[in-house]
């Protein structure tokens, strides 16, 4: 290596027209950017961006093409950008355009390939063949898991799990709607072979109310508490019905019928560039062989809501979206918050500056495909492409949220690393290997290669191969750990 290459450090350049390039390993002051010709000015770490030429103060600052803020002072190449020089450009007032693209599907790499499942009498197989307990209320959480933990589930039934919550009770009007449809949505998935609709018996959501929406689910069961006289009894009775009606093996189906959430959680810097692209390039392949891909986190959209808007063809879709991104951003606005106050401490230390780089990489999870659909909280996904699904940036909820639109696996991306998984398998996927070399009880896939250069379309490859594992039986780090739960979103007043 020569002195020139020892003071050389790599940088990456998104596109073009990008002002700033993320340095992979971190760089020195007097240290000069390879392929740039721009030395640092100051000390860089690694996932952290430098300006490439001069930003004026009140300047855009330009990554993956986009402005993800603005100057708060002039920058000067070399120099460190950061929240210490830009600041967001989001504001309270607020409007999008249309522009459809044109996008469409891509043609299928390859054949389709297929998983191993369970066939259901009613939607999608599932990839897992579990008995759920739902509680309609949050007083009976613990009770129901005491009663669970007694139960001996036949050897096909691989587990049985209780969805506990706080919510059900107390709660009025468009609250208590948002929790019903999140339970009902909940029932409706693959994952569960046979669901028991629980209660209380005194609460605001009347077990009644869930069976009218879940009338025509012939794998739901529904009992209150309070109306029976042995709990036990009436609890494993029904279990043990559902068990006999499930099947006990399972059977091939092509992997297009596994819908995917996409998801991102304890973000850095490096998850824009590696583990979120990955993650789209497998939602474009499962795209282009007739798949479903479920995406949420609506605050996480602003500032590159025009990303996703333009891949919208049909104009009802359009609207629908347009609405959701209002909704949250007068939701903030409702409670006096700013809407750009997003990126977490974690996030920032790790290199994300504003709220728009946050949405600018967190959109790449969805991949180029066409976006079908806007779901309510509940809504099921039937259209092929991506769907949008009503639900805030919180890791807990949005997983939640993806799995009751029908999410029979999560791929979660994450640069700083969190054990956190929702009901349905989670696959972690990490941004960076030191990650991955850390947390192995937590990470199931690295990405981290790709900021070496590994091809991503390879590399996409591999991930879906191992989500064809998974659907298949494989179990994540997330399962062999036993986490898995649920939250749900609530926005009204409690009693």
């Known amino acids: 290596m020569t002195l020139m290459e020892k003071n050389e450090v790599r940088c990456i350049l998104l596109k073009a027209e990008d002002s700033v390039a993320v340095l992979p390993e971190g760089g020195k002051a007097g240290q000069s950017l390879s392929g740039t010709g721009v030395v640092l000015r100051d000390d860089i770490p690694a996932g952290h961006k430098a300006a490439l030429r001069d930003i004026p103060r009140g300047g855009p600052v330009v990554k993956y093409g986009h402005p993800m803020g603005r100057a708060s002072r002039d920058i000067a190449p070399g120099e460190k950008v950061h929240v210490h020089n830009v600041e967001s450009a989001l504001r309270a007032e607020w409007s999008m355009d249309w522009n459809p693209s044109g996008a469409g599907f891509r043609e299928p790499a390859g054949p389709v ?24 209320v949050g007083c009976v959480n613990e009770y129901l898991k005491f009663l669970a933990d007694g139960y001996t589930p036949p050897p096909w039934i691989e587990k049985v799990r209780v969805l506990s919550h706080p919510y059900g009770c107390s709660q009025l009007g468009k609250d208590l709607d948002m929790t019903a449809a999140v339970l009902e949505g909940l029932a409706r998935n693959p994952c ?40 036990r009894q009436h609890l494993y009775g029904f279990l043990d019905e559902l068990a006999e009606a499930a099947p006990r093996a399972r059977t091939e189906f092509p992997l297009s019928e596994v819908t995917i959430g996409v998801k991102c959680g304890g973000s850095d810097g490096f998850s824009g560039l590696s583990a979120n692209p990955l993650v789209g390039e497998a939602a474009d392949m499962l795209c282009a062989w007739g798949g479903r891909v479920l995406a949420t986190e609506i605050p996480e959209m602003f500032g590159a809501e025009d990303v996703l808007a333009s891949r919208i063809s049909d104009e009802d879709v359009f609207r629908a979206f347009s609405g959701t991104i209002k909704w949250f951003r007068d939701y ?31 959109v790449n999870k969805c991949g ?6 806007v779901l ?20 807990l909820i949005s997983a939640t949220v993806m799995a009751a639109s029908g999410a029979q ?58 989500l064809a594992e998974t659907a298949s039986g494989r179990l994540t780090r997330n399962e062999e750990n036993r986490t898995g739960e649920i939250a749900i979103f609530k926005d009204g007043v409690i009693l």
Not at 334 to 361: C, F, R
Request: aromatic content about 8%; proline content about 6%; hydrophobic content about 35%.
């Open 409 to 466: 696996v999560i791929l979660f991306t994450t640069g700083r690393g969190t054990p956190y998984s929702t009901v349905v398998p989670t696959i972690k996927i990490s941004s960076n290997t030191d990650l991955y070399n850390r947390k192995r009880g937590w990470i199931d896939f690295d990405a981290g290669p790709l900021l070496s250069g590994a091809d991503r379309k390879e590399t996409a490859a591999r991930l879906i191969s191992l």
């Open 368 to 373: 180029s495909a066409p976006v079908t659909g």
């Open 113 to 136: 390939p297929y998983f191993s499942g369970y066939a259901r009498e009613q939607g999608a197989p599932g990839i897992r063949n579990e008995l759920w307990i739902i509680p309609i």
């Open 332 to 362: 903030y606005d409702a409670h006096n918050q700013p809407v750009y106050e997003n990126p977490s401490p974690g996030n920032k230390d790790g290199g994300i500056t504003t709220l728009e780089e946050k949405s600018l990489g967190a």
């Open 192 to 231: 569960a072979a046979g669901v028991v609709v629980a209660g209380l018996g005194c609460e605001n959501l009347q077990r009644v109310f869930m069976e009218t929406r879940l009338s025509d689910l012939r794998k739901a069961r529904f009992f209150s508490l309070q109306e029976v006289d042995d709990d």
């Open 376 to 395: 309510t909280m509940g809504a099921q996904a039937t259209r092929r492409g991506v769907s949008v699904v009503f639900g805030p940036g919180n890791d």
